[in-house]
Every structure is written in C-alpha cells, then in structure tokens.
C-alpha cells in the first residue's frame, strides 16, 4: 500500500531533526497511556539496531490465551510479527526479523526483543480481577525481555517499547516497567450509519487507536438523520447480504460492507489487539427498517417500531440471524436500544429481553443496550444485559450498577462529540480537554476516569474498584448527516480526545504517576505523527516544503513527467492524464493548478485521488463556472463564485488551494475567491469544510473542452504566501 511505503520515507526524514535534542533517560517518556510503574536500572539504554531478532519464546508462540470479548484471539507469534512490520515502518533503516527460541538463546545474543508469557498475579484490573493484558517489560542495553500475562499483554508491551523509542530518537531508557489495564473495555464508538466510511479507513482507525491501547471498537452500523417529516430521509443500514429477501433494507450496495470486507476488518483489528462490537439499531432509530417495511412504524413516529405489530419481532429476528454469520469475532454485540417511546416501557423491556435471549440462543452471544431506566414497575431488562450509559436523562448509572447490571460509561458530559456541531449545540465537535483533564468534579476538578459518571455529585459515581464498571467507550456522532463532513474529518474531530479517553481507561486518575495534561500534550504531537499502520493525515515524505511539482512538457527520458521538487515524485502520462505515486496530501498545504483555456468547461474534473476529486462545477448561482471539490460522490462547490471567463487572447487561470485541518481556501488569479463550506442540514449555519488535496491524478488535457491545458501543477507542504508563489516558465 503506497501510503505506507511513503509513510516510511517520512520517518526516515523526520529522523534528522528529532535528534537534536539529548533526552533524559532516568525518567520514563511520556507514554499514552502512562504506565503503572517505571523503575529505571542504569544510565544505559536500548538503541534500536540495524538488525534486530525479534524472539518468541517456542513454548508460548502459538498460545492464543486471551480473557478480552474477541473470539479470534492472535497467537503471540502473530503479534511479533505485527511488532516487527511496525518496528521497520517506524525505523527503516532497521530489519527485524522473526523467529522462536528460549531464554538461553539470549545468552549468545544481542539487540533483541524476546517475547515469552507467564502468569503474573500482580497484573489485574481495577475491580482486582486477572487480566491477560498485563505486561512486564525489562530493557537493557542488550536487549528486551517482554514478559506477559497473556499474547495481547505483549502486544501491548510491544506499543510501549515502540512509543518509547518513538518519543526518544530510537532509544529506550534501560528499565523495568511492569504494567496493565484498569479496565478492560477500553472504546470508540463510530456512528457509520448516518455517514459511509470506506472499510479501508476503519481499519487506519483500529491501528491508529491501538497505539494507544484500545480494546474494542464499537461500529454503529444503522441509524437515520432525524427525518423531519420525510419518511425517505437519510437512513442506512451496512452490512450487505445477497439475500434477496433483505434487498429492500440494503438499497445502496455501494454504502455496504461485504462479508469479505466486515470479516477482513475483524481480523485486521483483532491483529492489533481490537475487538469490533457490532451495533444495529432498534427499536429507535429504524427509519432504515421502517423504510423497507412501513407497516412496522410506529404510526405516532416512523423512526420507531411498533413492537407489538405481529411481524415487528420475527422481522428484527431474521435480520439478526441473517447478519449472525458475518459476526464470528466476538463475544458482546450491540442492538442499540435508546430513547424509544418512555410511555411503552413494557413493550421496551419485552422486546429487549426477546432479542436477548434470541441472539443467545443463535450465537451465544451476550448483548449490550445503550443505558436506559424504563419507568415500568412491572417489567425490566435482563441483569445479564451489559448498559452503556450515556445520559443522566435516560438511566442513572449507579443505581443500575447497585441493582447489578453491568456498565459502560459513555458518559455524554465527557465522552460524546458530534461531529460538525456548531458551537451553540448540545455537543462539541472534540472533546472538551479541560474537562477530561480538570473537570471530574465541578466542584473539586480532577482527572476524568472510567468511575466518575456525575460530574456534580461524587457520591453518585461507584468506587474505583467496583466490578461492574466494564470501561468507557468514547462516541462520535453524525447528527449532521452524511454530507457534512468526510471520513477523514471524522478523525480530525476524535484524534486528540481518543488517545485522552484510552489512557483514563488503562489508568486510574488516582494512580501514582497518572499522566498528565501537560506531559500529554508534550508527547502528542509525536505520538500522533507516528502511529504505525495508518495514514489518516494523509502526510507525504518530501525533502523540502516543495512535495511535487510538474510541467507536462518537461519528460524525463523515460517518458516520465519529471518531478522538479527533488523528491523523484515523477508521474507517468496516459491520456491526458498525469498517474504520480502520490495519493492525497492531508494539511497543511498549498496546491498551484496553472492552465490555459480559451473557453471554460462547465464540468470536469482537474485532480483527483482516493480521498477527494477537485475540478469545475456548475456556479450555485447559475452564473457559469465555479470552483468544486468531490468526496464519497457528494459535491461541495464554493459558493458565490464565478470563474472569470477566458478567451483566446487571455486564456490563462491560475488556480491556488490552501488546505488545513478546519478549511479550505481558494484563490483564483491570485485573487481570495472563499472558503469551501457546508450548510448543516436543515439549517442556515454554515460550517467550514476539510479537504485532503486529491494528488495522484492530474488532468492535462480536459476532454471536454477545446483546448483547455496544464501548464503547470505544484504541491507544498505547509501554508505558502499567496502572494509569493513564483511560477516556472
Ligand atoms: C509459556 O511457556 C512456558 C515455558 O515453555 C510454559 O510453562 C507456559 O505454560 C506457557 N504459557 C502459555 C500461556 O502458553
Ligand atoms: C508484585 O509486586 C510486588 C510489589 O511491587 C513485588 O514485590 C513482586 O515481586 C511482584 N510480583 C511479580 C510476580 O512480579
Ligand atoms: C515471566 O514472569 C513470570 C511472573 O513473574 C515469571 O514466573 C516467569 O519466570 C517470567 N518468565 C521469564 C522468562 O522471565
Ligand atoms: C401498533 O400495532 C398494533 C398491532 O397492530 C396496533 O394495534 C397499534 O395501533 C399500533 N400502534 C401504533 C402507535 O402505531
Ligand atoms: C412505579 O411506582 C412508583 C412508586 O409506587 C410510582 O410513583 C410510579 O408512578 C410508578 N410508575 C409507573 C410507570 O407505574
Ligand atoms: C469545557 O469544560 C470546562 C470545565 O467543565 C467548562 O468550563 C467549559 O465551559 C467547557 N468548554 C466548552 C466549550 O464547553
Ligand atoms: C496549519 O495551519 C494552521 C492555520 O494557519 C496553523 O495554525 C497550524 O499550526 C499549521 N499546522 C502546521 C503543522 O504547520
Ligand atoms: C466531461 O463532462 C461530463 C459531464 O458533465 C463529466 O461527467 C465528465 O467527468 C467530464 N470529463 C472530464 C474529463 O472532465
Ligand atoms: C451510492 O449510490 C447512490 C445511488 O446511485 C448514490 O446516490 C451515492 O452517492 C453513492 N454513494 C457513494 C459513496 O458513492
Ligand atoms: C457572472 O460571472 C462573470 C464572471 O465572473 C461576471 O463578470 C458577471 O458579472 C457575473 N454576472 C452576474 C449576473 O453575476
Ligand atoms: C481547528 O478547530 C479546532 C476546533 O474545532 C480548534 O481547536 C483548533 O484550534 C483549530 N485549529 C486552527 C489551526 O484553527
Ligand atoms: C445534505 O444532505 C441532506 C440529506 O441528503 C440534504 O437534505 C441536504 O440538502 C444536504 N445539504 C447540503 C448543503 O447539500
């Protein structure tokens, strides 16, 4: 995968300007999470070195023992291999290469990672209970000893190692750490059904969260916009089935998973050390099903199912049993279950309790509700049901957890974002940082952790150690709808707070050594720039700020059109089309389009790359031409603009893109022409837009005009002065 590759480049680049400053190795890097405990065993330290023997100990490497919800656990040898794949993106200049030995194969050697399992009673969660994460980690110059509880504890030992050497330039204090969790689920919850993400970038997200510790994934695979009275509303479910008795239900194929995709992005999760917990949604937020069958709506509300219609409960039955099979990776799914009708509590409870038992039955799997206290006096849901709570207005965590259900806390005064949501909304567009880090209590402040449910009584929150406190799971909402944001915006808005919510989540606030704000955000930038196996910043290795510049009658001798930046980015014609080795260009950067045409297109594509496609589109205005960018087939245009005409006398336009992580800026012949943005469905606000700079196709020649030419394409890394961009001749 080219990203990759190139994401490799960029670290050996970025190596030469982290070296300068000498870190201090008696104290440990500012890990996230902080580990439980660091005691440092000399001045020496670790260098990572041009060949390293990654070891795993023969007696342990095909052991899959694991006490997490995943049912495909990775066997230790599995997890090195996935440590030794980062390893090299990370550093690489070095090769690791692994295979099995024993304790005594470390005598004859050096710069090694051996990796061996034992039980450690000292490794147990908050509640005191056993956990196979847990991990000891022994560093000497010499080599590492990762010793664990069980293979995810390695893997986990594995981030730490890597984080270290990340955070001080390929050395790693000589120490011993000994660490786990507090709690076991440790989440992010996605709502992928009022917006599509290709599953390629759910992937990029499990590997991205997983440097920081993650444990599940939480995928909310149906939901609907809130109709407003149109029954045809934006409403999704997305998982495909062949089976033609669901047509009605998966209409947009494009917008599905297929069993290939879903059962590949389990494995690839469960690689790094994730479990993916399904949700379908129901008996609220159904406008999807409802819309295949009318009759099951409530006539009062058509996102709600009348649960007592004879075919309500056969009908969400047969689709669970038809998208069981697809869900062979974990122990807990999700059927959603909030804010129904309060006045039908007894039918709530009812059709909870039937899908519990059903999806038992089928799958031996044990289900989970968003937290709800129905006000029945007759009936309620099954003890054995986990809640995840998420508003004081809907249940009251502690009472549920006295009357001895178990809890996930998705606290929404914490934990909840929407993405886009403009200021004056209920929730922020990211987490609120001073209250995670100074907001536990109103009163006292404090660091935020899994226990601490209401903010302003602490005698509403249970102890530290209470049991049936499984975790917290952080969500991000789509409130907005399918074109408000794309995929990669997602991430700009969850990026900082996740790794914030994982580390409360690994480590109690009252911890010794808890991290804190300000060594957080000492060790993010970093951290963030260099989690393995992704790229959702979309950053490309460049020499200079200069990423990619090209004139089209500048041809190597290959036939090549030669990159004049230095990087060697050269890009192959075909068509009228320049193919560079490049994909998208994530912020912050500047792109130069210079072209010739004496008579504008009114359509038409200029650049385009597997994130975002960029070209000319018909004026909001109905007066000619204006600039547009595409994402996931969803057209932005620039608002109130026209494109000047040209003529055959005048036929140059210069075309110049600024791009950071809140906007997006054109300027036409050096002129401001505006911001691209979005008006918030159903509303007046309107709110700046994100693009990734499409860069791995570049039109030359417009087919569908006379004429029209590049003279000229540039991208840099960073903000350039508009004003100062030269051009080549
Ligand atoms: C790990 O290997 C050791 C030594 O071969 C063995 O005693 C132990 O049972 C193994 N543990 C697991 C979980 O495989
Ligand atoms: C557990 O922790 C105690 C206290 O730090 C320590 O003395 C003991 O050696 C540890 N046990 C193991 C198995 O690491
Ligand atoms: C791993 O840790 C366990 C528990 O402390 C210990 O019994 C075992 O000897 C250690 N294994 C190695 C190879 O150090
Ligand atoms: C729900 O369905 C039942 C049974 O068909 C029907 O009697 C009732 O009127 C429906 N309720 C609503 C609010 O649609
Ligand atoms: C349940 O019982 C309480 C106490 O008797 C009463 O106040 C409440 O109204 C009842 N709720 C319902 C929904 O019947
Ligand atoms: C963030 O949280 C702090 C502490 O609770 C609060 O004072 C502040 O108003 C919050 N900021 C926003 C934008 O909600
Ligand atoms: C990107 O541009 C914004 C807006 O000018 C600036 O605040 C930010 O620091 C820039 N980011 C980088 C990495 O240069
Ligand atoms: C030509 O115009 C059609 C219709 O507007 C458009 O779909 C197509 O993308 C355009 N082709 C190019 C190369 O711009
Ligand atoms: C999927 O197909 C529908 C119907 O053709 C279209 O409206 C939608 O934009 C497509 N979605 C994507 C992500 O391409
Ligand atoms: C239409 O756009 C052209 C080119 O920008 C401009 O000269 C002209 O004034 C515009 N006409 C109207 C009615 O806005
Ligand atoms: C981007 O927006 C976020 C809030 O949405 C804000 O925290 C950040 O400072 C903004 N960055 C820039 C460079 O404007
Ligand atoms: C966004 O999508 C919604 C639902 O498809 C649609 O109603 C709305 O007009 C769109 N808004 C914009 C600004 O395109």
Redo the contacts with the bound molecule.
Sequence with gaps: MITLTLRSVLSLFAAKSVLDSAPDISSPPNFVPAVH?FRATGNNAFYVPSNLHVIVDTGNASSTQDDGLTLIPPSLHDFAQTFASDLQELFPRTSAAVSLGSETTLNRLSDYVFLTLGQ???HTLADGSSTTEGY?LQVTARGVKVNASGPKGAFWGTRTLLQGLVLTNGQFPASVI?DQPDWRTRGLMLDVGRHWYPIDFLKEVCAYASWFKMSEFHVHLSDNVNPRGHPDAYARFRLWTDNPAFAGLVPFKNETYSRTEFDDLQQTCAKRGITIIPEIESPGHALVITQWKPELALSTDITLLNITYPETIPTVKSIWKGIIPPMVSQQYVSIGADEYDSDLADDYNLFVNTMSDFIAQESSKTIRIWGTNEPSNKTSVDKNIIQQHWDFGQDDPFSLIRSGWEVINSEDSFQYIVTKDPPTSAFPPQLNQTRLWDGANVGTGGIWDPHVFDRGNASNNPVLSDPRVAGAIMAVWNDHGPNATTPLEAFYCFKEGLPVVLSANWQAASRPGHLTHEQFLAAYPKLEANAPGQNLDRRIASKSQLVARYNPSSRAVSGAVKDTSGNGYDAQPRDGVLHTPLSSKGHNYTILLSLRSPELPVTGSLLSGPDTSFGLAASSNGNGTTLAFTSYNIVYPLFNFSLPATSSTSPELEIILLGTENSTSAYVDRRYAGDFVIALDGTTVFQPMAFVAPVQQITVRNANSTGMQLNEFAVWDGLQNVSEISRMQ
Aim: avoid cysteine.
């Design positions: 405990s450690n009673s000292n000891e000994n």
